[in-house]
């Protein structure tokens, strides 16, 4: 008996080779763009991950997670795709975050938040109600707070 792949481990398959060129994303060109087609691509497809601009912070802290999930290359490779990544893809600005309907990526991408800081804002809304002031927020246990501090012009109450 013949054993197939199903249809999306083909798919897959065919993304790894390049055979799809229409699901591509065009990268502008400039250092690091080399770099960043071949480690990015490791877990997940090229589109997803440029989709998010942010602050060189902000690309630290997802470089820095995305090594800790396995992430493969040299020093020198994780240097050029930082580096690409800040100067290609910064910040643009964004809409205010209403705080009291947030999700969690959303509160870890704009304030380079960690997981467990951004569950325990969503734990404490769900357990106290909305956050009415940055004051508020203040009261929530295991956060570094400065960060959300920093960036408050961009919460909405």
Request: with cysteine; proline share 5%; hydrophobic share 45%.
């Amino acid at each position: 008996m013949k054993i197939r792949f199903p249809i999306y481990r083909r798919t897959l398959a065919l993304l790894a080779v390049g055979a799809l060129p229409a699901l591509a994303v065009e990268l502008p060109d400039g250092p690091g763009k080399a770099e960043t087609e071949k480690l990015c691509v490791q877990c997940h497809d090229l589109a997803k991950s440029v989709s998010m601009r942010q602050d060189e912070n902000g690309w630290a802290v997802t470089m820095t997670k995305m090594f800790a999930m396995g992430m493969k290359g040299s020093n020198e490779e994780m240097e050029a795709v930082f580096g690409y990544l800040v100067k290609s893809f910064p910040p643009e600005a964004l809409a205010p975050i209403k705080i009291n309907t947030a999700r969690a990526i959303e509160l870890e991408s704009r304030f380079s938040l960690k997981r467990s800081e951004a569950a325990a804002i969503l734990k404490y809304r769900e357990d106290h109600g909305n956050f009415k002031s940055i004051d508020d927020l203040k009261k929530v246990p295991g956060i570094d707070f400065s960060k959300i501090e920093a960036k408050q012009d961009s919460l909405v109450f």
